[in-house]
């Protein structure tokens, strides 16, 4: 069996051979997944120097995210929510080759071992704060509602054209929505705004990728179980990272395999300390993998981030990383 093949039965609600993890390679052979997107979509992303996305908003590297971009720090383009109709412009589309660029990105993967996951860019929340910041952003979905609908109402439009282009050109297995709406203790939003405000656009965007058959996956970071029934509701079979911070043990029971749980790992307290061991670091990943993976819907997921050149948190990279070969490879094989 393929790391594919096996990461997909996963997917799929039934019991994989052994435990995928985030590395990809965890089981020896080529990654099991590989994160695809149209470029207009994600250039914006690509670490280095400052970038400007396909709506104006820019993305500079920050090094606690080990050159992950994010928007521009106190610098947003849009001051009241009524003016986005004068300030929000989706680009021209119509001399883009997506054909080309989606031929160009699949000669690089392997499909018989390596599965498709084309990111929808549905970061429907994310992006209306990439636009307002966190403070206007959020007052603007509880004062103005039909104008946060009519702008996000006109960014789906433009995203889902795309998508509609590109999904049969690059024929994926997965699709891939992410959107933190969450902080580490509880949402940014009620359920109620969720489903009234950002679900319909998550929805729609699903429905592209589950009309042709491929499965769904979420990636929301924090405490945001409150709304898994809406994820399982437009199609979602896995979450990542699921943060420690929500009931995990719980919605394990409650939900099964019905959603893979992917990542299930928590750095912080004593394991975060610069002191901790590699006895203590390989505990916590025995430990997560047996609380877990019995009866599967479970994908690994560890690690610890810091600046660029730190050697100790490499370390504990490595110890975490030989902890899930050593033990979590071979675990439904033995248990």
């Not at 999904?167 to 109620?192: C, G, K, M, N, Q």
């Not at 705004?193 to 656009?201: E, N, Q, V």
């Amino acid at each position: 069996m393929t790391g594919k093949e096996n990461y997909l039965r996963l997917l799929s609600g039934e019991m994989p051979e052994w435990i995928p993890s985030f590395y990809g390679r965890g089981e020896g052979g080529p990654p099991h997944s590989m994160m695809v997107s149209p470029k207009i979509l994600s250039y914006h992303r690509i670490p280095g120097e400052r970038t400007i996305d396909c709506f104006g908003v820019p993305y500079v590297s920050t090094e606690e995210a080990n050159g992950g971009k994010i928007p521009e720090p106190g610098y947003f383009i849009l001051k009241d929510i009524k003016d986005w109709r004068d300030v929000i412009k989706a680009p021209d589309i119509s001399d883009i080759d997506f054909e080309a660029d989606a031929k160009a990105e699949l000669e690089k993967i392997d499909r018989a071992q390596t599965a498709v996951s084309y990111d929808l860019n549905a970061s429907t929340f994310q992006l209306l704060v990439s636009f307002m910041g966190f403070n206007e952003g959020l007052c603007a979905m509880f004062e103005e509602p039909d104008e946060v609908k009519a702008l996000l109402q006109y960014c789906s439009d433009f995203v889902a054209k795309i998508n509609e282009i590109c999904l049969p050109l690059y024929r994926p297995d997965i699709v891939a929505i992410l959107d933190d709406t969450a902080t580490w203790r509880s949402p940014f939003i009620s359920a109620e705004m969720y489903r009234d405000l950002i679900k319909p656009f998550h929805a729609r965007q699903a429905k592209l990728g589950t009309d042709m058959g491929a499965y769904v996956t979420m990636h929301n970071c924090g405490r945001c179980e409150d709304f898994i029934e809406d994820w399982l509701d437009m199609g979602v079979s896995a979450w990542d990272p699921a943060q420690t911070s929500n009931d995990l043990v719980g919605i394990k029971k409650k939900y099964g395999r019905r959603l893979a749980l992917c990542g299930c790992w928590d750095s912080q307290g004593r394991l975060n300390d610069p002191g901790a061991t590699e006895a203590e670091i390989k505990q916590a990943v025995y430990d997560s993998i047996d609380k877990f993976a019995p009866g599967g819907g479970f994908m690994f997921g560890g690690g610890f981030m810091a600046l660029p050149g730190d050697e100790v948190t490499a370390q504990k990279n490595k110890w975490v990383r030989e902890a899930f070969d050593e033990y979590g490879k071979d675990y439904y094989a033995n248990h």
